[in-house]
């Protein structure tokens, strides 16, 4: 079994910045890849950000430049580095986990939310303009 649980939500005005932080507990280790996902009311989730077995990081084109994700594998923890914040980043944000599958490359990570399995039960990001 994988808990995730993230923190670091909050309410901020546009142009600020916010981390977000991922707890990882349980059965998990090095060889999961780890994303951020967001969904905004009456919106799908989508994939912000995800982070490969080995660093290799890709992003939504939209956050690109202004979000980094990271890994700290020795505390299991994943981060969302979000700047310039804009109200069009308002939404829940989930953290989520997934097993590397056994044919795919180290670097290779997936922004697709229906190929994870794990989910935390998220935090909220709200931006004012």
């Known amino acids: 079994q994988v808990q995730l649980v993230e923190s670091g939500g909050g309410s901020v005005q546009e142009g600020r910045s916010l981390r977000l932080s991922c707890r990882a507990s349980?059965?998990?280790?090095?060889?999961?890849?780890m994303g951020w996902f967001r969904q905004a009311p009456g919106k799908e989730r989508e994939g912000v950000a995800c982070?490969?077995?080995?660093?290799?990081?890709n992003y939504k084109d939209s956050v690109q430049g202004r979000f980094f994700i990271s890994r700290d594998n020795a505390e299991k923890t994943l981060n969302l580095q979000m700047n310039m914040l804009k109200p069009d980043d308002t939404a829940m944000y989930y953290c989520?986990?997934?097993?590397?599958?056994?044919?795919?490359?180290?670097?290779?990570?997936?922004?697709?939310?229906?190929?994870?399995?794990?989910w935390g039960q998220g935090t909220q990001v709200t931006v004012s303009s």
């Open positions: 982070i490969a077995i080995d660093g290799t990081p």
């Open positions: 349980g059965f998990i280790d090095t060889n999961y890849y």
């Open positions: 989520a986990a997934r097993r590397r599958p056994p044919n795919s490359s180290a670097w290779f990570c997936s922004r697709a939310s229906s190929d994870f399995p794990h």
